[in-house]
């Protein structure tokens, strides 16, 4: 037999072989990736269009929707908010007194109203709302000496406007402009339907830049029914918003100044809250926001 023959077929062997493989490793590779994907939290697209276009319809039929929705628009867009995933950040609440401090990173689903907590001080300490249940896991019964049913969604209700306002029970109501800080404020007051989460008898007022819509600051009561069992609040809170950074093209605050309202105005200034490690998370395991092994619940 010829021999350039045989080494002709050799190489075209060696050749089909490399194929080969080459193949089988993209196939695997896709299907690995297939399997990722498939056990990663995802929310359709279609699913994201049409709650978008929902609330846009909702929102922009009322002068005070409107001016939420431009907001939303100037703070990244809503469709870009949920599109991104679930929102990791350390959020450090500190009372300026030094009293009810609460510091942990947390991871919050805002498309289902879930949230994973883990204190800063111990990585085994966590708690978090499943959509439906609350639950703590910790060792010692101090890791957190504060009520974490009504703080899990707490920090994105402080740090998330506009964008938590485009669910349903959300009622929107337009109030005469304010000047804040030298410059021209919409005020738009937000208040809920009876039975609309766990203290429907909150209500927020929020300043947004007249020229630009973006949030300047929030005005806002806590009448979570288990602190005041007999009805009522606490006096209005003045909530400054810092330094808006860009995360994913989302504009959030990186800072937080609570102060008494007087007036209508900031007046002594009372807790301070810094925003960091902010990121959006779009590969959770589909059981992240589960109740995990070991954990009580409340």
Not at 146 to 171: C, I, Q, R, S
Request: aromatic share 12%.
């Amino acid at each position: 037999m010829n021999k350039s023959f045989l080494i002709l077929v050799t190489a075209i062997l060696i050749i089909s072989c490399k194929e080969q493989k080459k193949e089988n490793a993209e196939v695997e590779a896709t299907q690995a990736t297939s399997e990722e994907v498939e056990n990663t939290i995802s929310i359709p697209d279609a699913w994201v269009d049409n709650r978008v276009k929902k609330a846009e319809e909702r929102l922009t039929q009322t002068e005070a929707g409107k001016v939420v929705w431009a907001s939303m628009e100037a703070h990244g867009g809503l469709d870009t908010w949920y599109k991104n995933g679930s929102l990791g950040m350390r959020f450090n609440y500190s009372p300026l007194d030094g009293k009810g401090s609460r510091d942990s990173y947390e991871v919050v689903d805002p498309w289902n109203n879930r949230v994973v907590h883990t204190s800063m001080e111990d990585s085994e300490a966590k708690f978090g709302f499943t959509g439906e249940e609350t639950w703590l896991k910790a060792k010692d019964s101090t890791a957190f000496n504060y009520d974490v049913k009504f703080w899990a969604l707490t920090p994105l209700y402080l740090m998330g406007h506009p964008f938590v306002e485009d669910g349903e029970g959300v009622n929107l109501e337009l109030l005469p402009e304010t000047t804040y800080k030298g410059k021209k404020n919409k005020l738009v007051k937000v208040t809920y339907d009876p039975g609309t989460g766990d203290a429907p008898d909150d209500y927020y007022i929020l300043h947004f830049d007249a020229d630009t819509y973006l949030l300047t600051a929030t005005r806002y009561i806590v009448s979570y029914p288990e602190y005041f069992k007999e009805g009522g609040h606490n006096p209005e809170k003045f909530m400054e918003v810092g330094e808006l950074v860009n995360v994913d093209g989302i504009l959030l605050p990186s800072e937080l100044k609570t102060h008494w309202t007087v007036d209508g105005k900031p007046g002594e200034y009372v807790t301070k809250i810094e925003i960091t490690d902010l990121e959006f998370k779009s590969d959770l395991p589909t059981d992240f926001f589960d109740i995990p092994e070991g954990a009580k619940k409340l």
